[in-house]
Structure formats: structure tokens, C-alpha cells
């Protein structure tokens, strides 16, 4: 049984003069010890998502499912199976980290080590400080740490690495691989590319509400029909476009791009006539898109 | 597998909101200041109208309900209204914690800390001349009163934001104050506003406990005004509460 699974899930908001679906038929899955991403631009409905699948939004439309339960009458249950980081949620006032991580671990009836926990987060050290006393990043790892208190089968992360500094998203993103390893399934929400490079299984490209790409990062960034390769810049394009039968342009200095199918031939020829003129070559890249390129090419082509 | 009971739970919620309490240890004297202040300046300065008896005898349940009033409704209605601006409510909802059980753990924390607060204040009023004669409706009286002022609390914070409930809880207070018979005589004022006043669960509140602690059972009147509220606030809670 999948952990997620939402069909043509539309959810609509009060306002009925906005008329506009916050989400349009979206429909994916999460299975168990997989890594599910939510890649978007702001507003494109990425929270709304969690939202419903945490059960706080009733859908206009279509179902959601965790673990064959509809989680808006079966939150309780559900509550013992999932670990759930909200965006930008506090936690009651007053705590400290060390009270918040054993009020949290109590009311799921974590069955595990919360030391473990905190020192995994990097927080040890800060059991006795308060909540409004932490940094943006200790927050946000001290509230990855709460949902770990939470059930281990599913883990709902709205941005877990906002805020966070270099060390900190390692460490997160460390916590997040170890949890679908061990058999739960993960969605998160994010808007950073390499976040989703490093750990995701599978992404959604959310845009406008709607599903707009989906896949394995394999899947979403190959395919390009182009070549790509870094070289001193200025270089004659129009002679290299010639000789290919192509379109070669320099989008920026000293990054080329050659619209043509990838194929060893192109490559040999784009190489050899680099040695020709005594030109180094930096980078090359045949048939493949960072994410970064799919993601603005979707979302820039439908805004 | 993570498991958790309903008891185990409240337990969690009610210890935590104690501990912090406890640390914040003189935030919870201070709330105590203005309830002594009046017991013994009023007590001692005999300008209020307090009917015929000592002054102290009529001040000194009327500042236990004060006190009551202002852990049980004010204390928990800013607080609730502040968790929930910080999204602290919101995080509890995704833990396996009910809304009936939230309300169980603020209401054993309110239980708790008023208890501290009426050994604090009976202290100090048998020490300025108190001599009360408990009946055994006290603890009842009481017991409705907590129930009836966290149901308020909660449905105060479920109707309004963080700090327009914090604005609310504390006008409410004041107009509470003045009107429930705490330390003015409600005796003393117009019969329609009488009528009005009595429907108040803090008047209902006030008049049994001057009762209870004089050994006579209390007006009937008052004892439906409390029940109705110790019934109806819990009730109206749970169904306005939300979680977000």
C-alpha cells in the first residue's frame, strides 16, 4: 500500500471572487522508503498539498489517502504513523528545546532515544534554551526534530532546509536519507534544486496548482535535445554553426549551447574543432538538463 | 511503534504547562498583586460598600473568584491565543493529541495553579481577620468555576486572534471586576442591572462562594447561572475549537 496516494486532488479556497483553484488536479504517490519531492515556485500550491494530505484542508475535488485512510476523519489514527514539520510553526510558549523534545515525544509515545535525536540535529547543546531564543536554522532543525518524535512511516516536511545554513541542510538532508532507508516514505516540500538533486527518489513540478512535470531526476533532466559545453568566451559561433548544420549560440560568456541531437558524432565534431583553433574545453554536457534548466523552462514557458 | 493513551497524553500536556509555570514562578505571583492589593486595602480602608458584616468577610471570596477569573479565563485565553499566532497549536493537532484532551490538560494545569493561589490568598486574608466557615459546597463551587472559565478561555481564543483575545480577556476582566459583585456590592446597584449582572457565571461564582464560606448553601438562582455555564463553555469549546 502506498503511504500517499492523491487523485486529482482540487482544492479551492473561500474566496470565491479569486475563483482560482489552489490546486488543479493533482494526483501522485509516495511508497514506503521513498523520497518524494514538491519542487515549485511560491504559490504554487507545494503547502496546500501537505495541508490536505495532513488533513487541515478538505478537498474540493478528487481523494487523498494515507495508508488507505482519509486523513481529515482520521487524523488521530494517522497521527501515530507520521511525523509532520509544518512551515514556520511554533511551538507552545515558553519551552525549551529539551521540554518541547519530551512534551512531542510523549504525546506520539516515541518509542525511541530523543538524545539520539537531538544530537543527530545538532541540538544537545541547546536542551535549555528557549524556542524564541534559537537562530532560523535551529529552529527549523529543532522542528524536524519534533517530527521525528513522530510516527517512523511517513514524514511530511514543509521546506525543512528554509533557513538553514550549510551544515545544518547536511545534516537535515542526513536525517531525511537515514529515515526513507529505514523503510518510511518522505514527501517534502522545497524549493531548492540541489536539495532535490541530492536526496529526492522522485520530483513533482507543481506550477500554478497543477502537476506540470513528474518523474525520477533521470527522467525529468535527460532527454535535452542539445549539447552544452563551457569554452573561453567570444568564440565564433556562427563558423562552429556551419560546420554542425545547427544552431550554436552563447547564451553567457564562455557557455555554449548547440541545439542538435546528442550523439558522439556532434561531440567529436564540437571537440575537434575546439583542438583546431587550440581552444581548452571546460565543462561539456550532452543530453541531460541540470533540474534548475527543466524547472525554468516548465515554469517560465506556462507563466 | 509509537504508541500513546489518552491519559498518558493530558499527563505530557499538564506537566509541561506546570513546569514552565513553576519557572515563570513570580509571572504567576505577579498576576496575584492586584487581588492582594485589593483584599487588604479595601479590608482595611472601609470605603466600598460590603454590606454589614467585617469588610474581609465579603472581600475575601469575592477575591478568590477574582483570582479564579483571572487564572482560568485571562491566564489561559492570552496564552492560547498567543500558541496559536505561533503555530503551536497547529503542531499539537498533528500529534495523536484530541481536542477534548487539550481541553482535560488546561483544565488539570488551571486546577493546579489556582489551587496554589487560594492557599496564597486565604493565608493572607485569616491574617488580616478572616474567620470563614467552610461548607462542603466549596470545592464544588469551585470545581464549576474552573470548568465554566477554561471553557470560556477556549472559546474566547477559538472566536478571535492572538492579541485581540489577549485585549479581550483582559477588558472582560476589568468589566468583570466591576460588575460580578468581586469587591463591590452588587446589591447596590439598579434592579435591571442586577437582573443583567446575575446571568454572569463570575457573580453566580462570587455569591456562592460568600455563601460557602459562611456555611449556607447559596442562592438558587446562582447555582443554576453556574451549572448552566460549567455545562455550556465546555460544550461551546469543543465545538468552536480549531485547531489552526
Not at chain 1, 545544518?168 to 529515515?179: D, H, K, M, T
Not at chain 2, 481536542?99 to 487560594?118: I, M, P, R, W
Not at chain 2, 468581586?182 to 463570575?202: N, Y
Request: proline share 4%; with cysteine; aromatic share 6%.
Amino acid at each position: 500500500m502506498p503511504a500517499i496516494e492523491v487523485e486529482n486532488l482540487t482544492v479551492r479556497y473561500d474566496r470565491p471572487t479569486s475563483g482560482k483553484a489552489a490546486l488543479d488536479k493533482v494526483s501522485f504517490a509516495v511508497e514506503p522508503g521513498q523520497i518524494v519531492a514538491l519542487l515549485g515556485p511560491n504559490g504554487a500550491g507545494k503547502t496546500t498539498a501537505l495541508e490536505a494530505i495532513e488533513g487541515y484542508r478538505s478537498p474540493s475535488g478528487g481523494s487523498v489517502q494515507v495508508f488507505g485512510l482519509d486523513p481529515a476523519t482520521h487524523r488521530s489514527e494517522l497521527a501515530h504513523r507520521w511525523g509532520v514539520m509544518p512551515q514556520a510553526g511554533g511551538i507552545p510558549m515558553g519551552l525549551t528545546v529539551g521540554e518541547a523534545v519530551r512534551l512531542f515525544s510523549e504525546l506520539h509515545g516515541y518509542g525511541g532515544n530523543t538524545n539520539e535525536l537531538l544530537s543527530a540535529a545538532g541540538l544537545s547543546d541547546l536542551k535549555k534554551r528557549r524556542w524564541r531564543r534559537l537562530s532560523g536554522g535551529e529552529q527549523q532543525r529543532l522542528s524536524l526534530t519534533l517530527a521525528l518524535c513522530g510516527g517512523s512511516d511517513l514524514l511530511l516536511l514543509d521546506e525543512p532546509t528554509a533557513a538553514v545554513d550549510a551544515e545544518g541542510r547536511q545534516r537535515v538532508l542526513g536525517i531525511v536519507r537515514e529515515r526513507a532507508s529505514s523503510g518510511g516514505g518522505v514527501l517534502i516540500t522545497t524549493h531548492r534544486f540541489d536539495d532535490v538533486e541530492q536526496i529526492a527518489d522522485r520530483v513533482i513540478i507543481l506550477n500554478h496548482g497543477a502537476v506540470a512535470a513528474a518523474g525520477t531526476l533521470d527522467e525529468l533532466t535527460s532527454g535535452g535535445q542539445e549539447i552544452r559545453f563551457t569554452a573561453p568566451a567570444g568564440l565564433t559561433v556562427a563558423e562552429l554553426g556551419a560546420k554542425l548544420g545547427c544552431e550554436v549560440s552563447e547564451p553567457k560568456p564562455g557557455n555554449y549551447l548547440v541545439q542538435t541531437v546528442p550523439e558522439p558524432q556532434a561531440v567529436a565534431a564540437i571537440t575537434a574543432w575546439l583542438a583546431d583553433q587550440g581552444h581548452t574545453i571546460g565543462h561539456l554536457q550532452a543530453g541531460t538538463q541540470s533540474l534548475e534548466e527543466v524547472f525554468l523552462q516548465i515554469t517560465g514557458a506556462q507563466s | 511503534m509509537n504508541t500513546s493513551t489518552t491519559r498518558s497524553r493530558i499527563i505530557a500536556l499538564a506537566r509541561t504547562d506546570l513546569q514552565v509555570a513553576a519557572r515563570d514562578g513570580e509571572q504567576l505571583l505577579l498576576t496575584l498583586g492586584l487581588p492582594i492589593l485589593l483584599l487588604v486595602f479595601f479590608s482595611k480602608v472601609d470605603i466600598v460598600p460590603t454590606g454589614d458584616g467585617e469588610p474581609v468577610d465579603f472581600l475575601a471570596p469575592g477575591i478568590i473568584s477574582l483570582a479564579l477569573l483571572s487564572v482560568a479565563y485571562v491566564r489561559l485565553a492570552i496564552g492560547l491565543g498567543f500558541d496559536r499566532g505561533f503555530g503551536a497549536i497547529k503542531r499539537l493537532a498533528i500529534t495523536p493529541l484530541r481536542v477534548n484532551e487539550f481541553l482535560v490538560a488546561k483544565l488539570a494545569t488551571t486546577v493546579v495553579l489556582f489551587g496554589v493561589q487560594l492557599v496564597l490568598l486565604a493565608a493572607i486574608a485569616v491574617a488580616i481577620g478572616w474567620r470563614p466557615q467552610v461548607s462542603i459546597s466549596v470545592p464544588v463551587v469551585i470545581m464549576l468555576g474552573l470548568v465554566a472559565f477554561t471553557g470560556l478561555a477556549f472559546v474566547t481564543a477559538s472566536i478571535v486572534d492572538g492579541l485581540t483575545s489577549l485585549a479581550l480577556a483582559n477588558a472582560l476582566y476589568i468589566i468583570l471586576l466591576l460588575l460580578s459583585g468581586l469587591v463591590f456590592d452588587i446589591e447596590k446597584m439598579p434592579g435591571w442591572l442586577q437582573a443583567i449582572v446575575k446571568l454572569l457565571p463570575s457573580t453566580a461564582l462570587a455569591e456562592l462562594l460568600r455563601s460557602g464560606f459562611s456555611d449556607t448553601t447559596g442562592a438558587v438562582w446562582a447555582w443554576l447561572c453556574l451549572s448552566f455555564w460549567a455545562i455550556g463553555a465546555p460544550i461551546l469549546a469543543s465545538r468552536l475549537f480549531r485547531w489552526e
